[in-house]
């Protein structure tokens, strides 16, 4: 048998996605399904009915386990958290500062929502860059008297960068960096999500508090582990986010300077060989490479790159050196959105604390 769990905040687009990637896996049973009170007391399959048009709003192209579409969806707020031996939540910021801190007395708890990413004692889990904050949990449980825990995986967009960021930090130093992102849309998830009217044949350059997050997570996860607390990397980062009308991806347009300089083949070459420590480790849900690099100066391209690698690896092309930075670089990514940077991703950081004895 495996470890039970739950997700909170199943029926959204996050949610969906924890969904699927736990509904057939090897190490953890889903037994625990909950969203709001809008939800509660439905199975599952009748909360996934738009309550207008009856239209089932599920989105992903797997289907849901017929078992799963007959649970009966718990409400978040009354879920008993000892039930489980880990909860994945998928709800927006304000509902997740209410939730989280009451199952992590008793229960880890990994998190897509950002509430408490930049608490000094909370570290934010990315696969092959940062493992080894999350010693920092322990800390975390010390400090508030918690069994359990709260472990965030970072902004979707983020989650690229950083996988590419930490290979270039590492070999060349990392200085100066400049990021616009082009968002797909299913990024801002339903509720309110982004209508069509606003978003086809447009590109909308403003996402509500995305700047802020892409520059403070990138630091924290890039940073060094000194004791008990992360020491933020000491690097100068501006991001521009944008939504445009893709589905699925957000690609991203980097630029860096680096202390030491970095050829385009250099950079493809750290690029190739990131990650394979922890890829080696063999977690059901990794996938065989991080980072993919494409020499076709047409790729990266969301529609044909998402979903490399299972949707689990950023796809990095265009890579060239910068005149404008010193040492400059510069490249663009690819990166799945709600797969490594959402639901999968999120059962990938589950895995490998599992694995640690984080879980059990
Ligand atoms: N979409 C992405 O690509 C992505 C990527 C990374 C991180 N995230 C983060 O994941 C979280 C969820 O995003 P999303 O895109 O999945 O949003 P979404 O599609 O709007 O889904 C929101 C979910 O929260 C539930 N919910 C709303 N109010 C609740 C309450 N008071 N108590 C319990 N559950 C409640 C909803 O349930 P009902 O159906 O019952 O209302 C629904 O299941 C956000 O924090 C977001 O920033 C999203």
Redesign the pocket.
Known sequence: MGHRVAV?????????QLVASLQRHPWFELTGL???????GKTYGE?LRDPGTGALRWWLPEDPAPELLEQV?Q???DLDPQAFSCIFT????D??RE?EPRYARTTPVIS???AFRMAPDVPILVPGVNMEHASLLRVQQARRGWRGFITP?P??TVTGLVMTLKPVAEAFGLRRVVVTSLQGV??????P?VIALDIIDNVVPFIPREEEKVEAESKKILGRLDGDTVREAALRLSATCTRVPVLEGHTEAVFVETERGATPEAAARVFREFGRDFVGLGLPSAPGRLLVVVGDPFRPQPRLDRDNEGGMATTVGRIRTDGVFEGGLKYVLVTH??KM??GKGAVLVAEYLASRGFIG
């Not at 909170?8 to 969906?16: D, N, R, S, W």
Request: with cysteine.
């Open positions: 909170v905040g199943c029926t959204g687009i996050a949610g969906q909950a969203a709001s009170e809008r939800s509660a909360a969806v409400d978040a707020a998928a709800v927006e910021s509902v997740a939730l897509t929502a950002s995986i902004n979707c299913s990024g801002a998830g339903r509720s999500g959105n709600t940077g959402a």
